[in-house]
């Protein structure tokens, strides 16, 4: 019932930047959480930055300053600015929502694809 995918992967130089975006389609009451991990060559899934439904914010340190996560159309879309990329957030990213299927039920968390970030000279 419940679909996102995530799109704006892609090749960029050190120091150059990306913008991610997730869309969240389908039938469902409401989206609690919605956040972005990755995972990396050899590396397992890390959290990379969640934003609550009440816009509370969290980031991984490392990419604290450089990264801005945001949501949109109406807190169905979120997005992941990404400046001053580093080789090391080479990774497959994947979106991720907290999604309430209908009123007063339990929420279930749902995974996009992922989209490939490279980042290299």
């Known amino acids: 019932q419940v679909q996102l995918v995530e799109s704006g992967g892609g090749l960029v130089l050190p120091g150059g930047s990306l913008r991610l975006s997730c869309a969240a389609s389908?039938?469902?009451?409401?989206?609690?959480?919605m956040g972005w991990y990755r995972q990396g060559p050899g590396k397992q899934r890390e959290l990379v930055a969640r934003?609550?439904?009440?816009?509370?914010?969290t980031y991984a340190e490392s990419v604290r300053g450089r990264f801005t996560i945001s949501r949109h159309n109406a807190e169905n879309t979120v997005s992941l600015q990404m400046d001053i990329l580093k080789v090391e957030d080479t990774a497959v990213y994947y979106c991720?929502?907290?999604?309430?299927?209908?009123?007063?039920?339990?929420?279930?968390?749902?995974w996009g694809q992922g989209t490939q970030v490279t980042v290299s000279a």
């Open positions: 991720t929502a907290d999604v309430i299927p209908a009123m007063w039920s339990a929420s279930s968390q749902y």
């Open positions: 389908g039938t469902f009451f409401n989206i609690q959480d």
């Open positions: 934003v609550t439904r009440g816009g509370r914010i």
